[in-house]
């Protein structure tokens, strides 16, 4: 296989694990800060959650593209 090829994996595989690393802080965050629901409730916490889960999908789901595409577009 080409370097080039390696390369693209493995940058979708960095994506993915970025967006796992994003949703496992997103979902800690959010178990600490629901101990203060009223404050958290109040400064737009429950919107700021909704776009790091988001995000951190997005990521994972442009890693599994890229490493299909290459994967794929390499036969």
């Not at 629901?34 to 988001?54: D, H, I």
């Amino acid at each position: 296989m080409d370097s080039r090829i390696w390369l693209a994996v493995l940058l979708g595989l960095v994506a993915i694990g970025v967006g796992v690393v994003s949703l496992v802080t997103a979902v800690l965050t959010r178990r600490r800060r629901a101990e203060f629901a009223e404050t958290y409730a109040v400064t737009g916490g429950v919107a700021y959650s909704v776009v790091q889960f988001g995000c951190a999908g997005a990521l994972i789901l442009s890693g599994l593209v890229v490493i299909g595409i290459v994967v794929f577009g390499a036969r």
